[in-house]
């Protein structure tokens, strides 16, 4: 009896030892999470909120340090109300369009090219990486001289060759410095548009191509019923970050123009920098940085229906 006892009883030590080892594999792993738990909730989360809070009180330079007032709505009311927000709202949609339009089809034409196999091949495409690796203060600086009036070479080759009479005051001018901004961030963003879909055209399986070619199909064929669907997916995620980081570009409109001549090259993000930190308006641009992020969100959610109805 007594070694029966004691079978039964090292039976049950060893359930229970088993049952505490998984408990603490699974304590272990929520370990492993809680430093990503832990950074999220204090560079993204805690951010968002504060900001959040701010847009309903009356946060400037005076009250910064003492009692805010509770002011609910009015923050969004007068930033809808101002003409500025009005002309950054649309300096914001022209300029993300015009730049994911002129990156997507460059930088595609140049993943079509390095695509194929010819000598230099892999130094050129080295190279073209350049622009996207370079700081965006040298980026904008070296287009802020290249665009300038007098001595920008963009004016002296254009006069050369005869295209203009006069040079065109690019950044100087209301008419023309929201499109210098675009050239300045294109110029930037082929690099990155076309190694993105220069891996995922790497990747295309070869048989299908032969099959086409076999079955009779040309070029632009294959190009529309084979490549541009298999590729849906990596466009669809290239778009959307595309938008994201157009949208919310600050840096090279501020070194390039701040913002004028007029407001007319100002954004979302350099207006809201303007109302916190020129104006002191802090609720106000926090208003303004709020409405950027529901534009954004609003993005991120349609593109995740897409993926979702993709996948389906």
Not at 147 to 153: Q, R
Not at 154 to 169: C, E, M, S
Not at 246 to 253: A, E
Not at 256 to 285: I, K, R
Request: with cysteine; proline share 4%.
């Amino acid at each position: 009896m007594s070694q029966l006892q004691s079978a039964v009883q090292s039976k049950v030590t060893v359930k229970q030892s088993r049952k505490l080892a998984k408990s603490l594999s699974k304590w272990t792993s929520y370990f492993f999470v809680i430093p990503s738990l832990v950074f999220i909730g204090l560079f993204m989360l805690f951010p968002i909120a504060y900001n959040l809070i701010i847009s309903f009180q009356n946060v400037t330079i005076m009250n910064l340090a003492g009692e805010r007032e509770f002011v609910g709505l009015l923050n969004y009311i007068n930033i809808f109300k101002d003409i500025n927000f009005t002309v950054s709202m649309k300096n914001s949609f022209v300029f993300t369009t015009a730049c994911l339009l002129f990156q997507f089809i460059i930088g595609f034409a140049f993943a079509l090219f390095y695509n194929q196999k010819f000598p230099g091949r892999d130094l050129m495409r080295s190279l073209m990486l350049l622009a996207w690796m370079l700081p965006i203060v040298i980026t904008a600086t070296l287009f802020k001289w290249m665009l300038s009036n007098d001595y920008g070479i963009i004016n002296y080759v254009l006069l050369t060759i005869g295209i203009i009479d006069q040079p065109i005051h690019w950044l100087t001018e209301a008419n023309t410095s929201l499109v210098g901004t675009v050239i300045g961030n294109v110029w930037v963003g082929i690099p990155f548009n076309m190694i993105i879909l220069l891996s995922a055209l790497q990747s295309l399986p070869d048989d299908l191509y032969e099959a086409a070619k076999i079955d009779g199909a040309n070029r632009l064929q294959r190009f529309i019923h084979i490549t541009i669907p298999l590729l849906k997916p990596t466009i669809l995620i290239l778009l959307m970050l595309g938008i994201v980081y157009t949208f919310k570009v600050f840096d090279l409109i501020f070194i390039m123009t701040a913002g004028g001549p007029v407001n007319s090259s100002t954004v979302l993000p350099l207006y809201a920098y303007q109302l916190a930190f020129q104006q002191f308006e802090f609720s106000m641009g926090a208003a303004v940085a709020t409405v950027m992020f529901v534009i954004l969100s609003v993005f991120a959610s349609i593109y995740l229906w897409m993926i979702r109805k993709e996948e389906q």
